[in-house]
């Protein structure tokens, strides 16, 4: 079975906070992703990887960056926490797309991050 | 700009069938999937459509129909624990995925 795990389930943090969310996964993906969830909204994604040291920018990257210096590990960092970024962060990991066909994400539990 | 629809919220019955449909307007489409998201937990796949038609997998069904921009995921003889969200994704020209803001799932006995 396919593992994606994250650093934590439950953060809580202060405003100006660094915050650090830490995800990896087991099967060898070559793309990785970070999203946020919020209620009455869509999955949307923050940035992902194709590789090891690159990155690429989704629909909201603004207040975020990432790294990844292993191919199973993707960190998301929050350089200075704001209350606006309270949400689920979700972790996902894929197959690298070849041809027409879509790879399947496969999720993280989830952090719930609450910014005070 | 890019949309996915789906209803917010469905109520159904324990050993009954529910239709959740998902209609979308993306910049090109590569496929459609969809996913099962329990309360507190990791969205878990559970279809994957790239061309006309239905895909049946044991209680649970998927069309898709590109001419209309619509799917629908089929859950037949309902159990209490298919209560969850059901998210629809639509996978668009750039291969990145579109996704809709879920149904949630409510199961009465």
């Keep these: 079975d ?12 202060r405003t100006g906070e660094k915050v650090f969310l830490e995800c990896v996964q087991d099967m060898d993906h ?7 969830q ?64 879509t790879e399947t994400q496969y999720f993280g539990p989830g952090t719930r991050l609450l910014v005070l | 700009g890019q949309n996915i629809d789906q209803p917010t919220e469905m109520t159904a019955t324990e050993g009954a069938i529910v239709q959740i449909n998902c209609t979308y307007q993306t910049s090109g489409f590569n496929g ?12 878990t796949f559970l279809s994957y459509n790239v061309l006309d ?20 995921l089929l859950l037949k003889e309902l ?7 059901y998210l629809c994704a639509v996978v668009d020209s750039n291969y990145q995925l579109i996704w809709g803001a879920g149904t949630k799932l409510i199961i009465k006995p």
């Excluded at chain 1, 070559?30 to 946020?36: G, L, Q, V």
Aim: charged share 25%; proline share 2%.
């Design chain 1, 38 to 101: 919020d209620p009455g909204l869509g999955l949307r994604l923050i940035y992902f990887s194709y590789d090891v040291k690159m990155k690429e920018k989704g629909d909201i990257p603004e207040g975020y960056s990432v790294s990844r210096e292993k191919k199973e590990r993707f960190s998301l960092i929050l350089e200075s926490a704001s209350t606006n970024q309270t949400s689920m962060y979700l972790c996902a990991s894929s197959f690298r797309t070849s041809g027409s066909w």
């Design chain 1, 2 to 13: 396919v593992k994606v795990t994250q650093s934590s389930r439950y953060l809580v943090k």
């Design chain 1, 30 to 36: 070559e793309n990785m992703f970070w999203y946020r």
């Design chain 2, 79 to 85: 159990q209490m624990k298919d209560s969850a969200s």
């Design chain 2, 32 to 43: 459609l999937f969809w996913y099962q998201q329990h309360a507190g937990e990791a969205p």
């Design chain 2, 53 to 72: 038609g239905l895909e049946e997998k044991g209680r649970f069904s998927s069309f898709l129909s590109r001419s209309k921009g619509y799917s629908y």
